[in-house]
T-cell receptor, first 113, second 114 residues
Framework: EAGVAQSPRYKIIEKRQSVAFWCNPI?????LYWYQQILGQGPKLLIQ????????DSQLPKDRFSAERLKGVDSTLKIQPAKLEDSAVYLC???????????FGSGTQLSVL | DAKTTQPNSMESNEEEPVHLPCNHS???????IHWYRQLPSQGPEYVIH?????VNNRMASLAIAEDRKSSTLILHRATLRDAAVYYC???????????????WGLGTSLAVNP
């Protein structure tokens, strides 16, 4: 079974630039999550989708972050403009349903200079 | 939101059992206890979860205290590949319906000595 795919694996940008991350969840998984993980901390939920609807985006900095899940499958997370404090690993996860265990991708490591 | 408390780090020897503790004194009756682990440069990986009863699977065992205010993840024979950060997480109901939210802490960094 193919896992959660994320790209790119690494990204280096300068502050005030924009960046986008892509996630392809496991086939058939209805729930998709984007997490931000700063070095030395646990993952912090940014947004949770159920199919193509948003369940929770309470911790998403909406002035600069946006996310969409087209047709309830792939998802993109965008940051515009980036700040230094956005340097982190961005993890995508999917699960068959909201009570089910999460499957994570390897993440995108973002460095903002 | 109910939170969990774990030691920052622990050390074990290869082929010995490891007991990773977690305190969650403010847990509510509907919160599930989940454990995930994260190997270096990888995304977290599900280990086990439970509500009230002890649970066993091929990776580990989960022992839940009778009052549910603490739990212990047990790795029966540690291997070098078990060196990772282990997160004890509560899954809490969120809003109406079947929504649940995982509340992550800082985790325990487990080192396994050969």
């Amino acid at each position: 079974e193919a896992g959660v795919a994320q790209s790119p694996r690494y990204k280096i940008i300068e502050k005030r630039q924009s960046v986008a991350f892509w996630c392809n969840p496991i086939s058939g998984h209805a729930t998709l999550y984007w997490y931000q993980q700063i070095l030395g901390q646990g993952p912090k939920l940014l947004i949770q989708f159920q199919n193509n609807g948003v369940v929770d985006d309470s911790q998403l900095p909406k002035d600069r972050f946006s996310a969409e899940r087209l047709k309830g499958v792939d998802s993109t997370l965008k940051i515009q403009p980036a700040k230094l404090e956005d340097s982190a690993v961005y993890l995508c996860a999917s699960s068959p349903g909201q009570y089910e265990k999460l499957f994570f991708g390897s993440g995108t490591q973002l460095s903002v200079l | 939101d109910a939170k969990t408390t774990q030691p920052n780090s622990m050390e074990s020897n290869e082929e010995e059992p490891v007991h990773l503790p977690c305190n969650h004194s403010t847990i509510s009756g509907t919160d599930y206890i989940h454990w995930y682990r994260q190997l270096p440069s990888q995304g977290p990986e599900y280990v086990i979860h439970g509500l009230t009863s002890n649970v066993n699977n091929r990776m580990a065992s989960l022992a839940i205290a009778e009052d549910r205010k603490s739990s212990t993840l047990i790795l029966h024979r540690a291997t070098l590949r078990d060196a990772a950060v282990y997160y004890c997480i509560l899954s809490s109901p969120f809003r109406a319906g079947n929504n649940r939210k995982l509340i992550w802490g800082l985790g325990t960094s487990l080192a396994v000595n050969p």
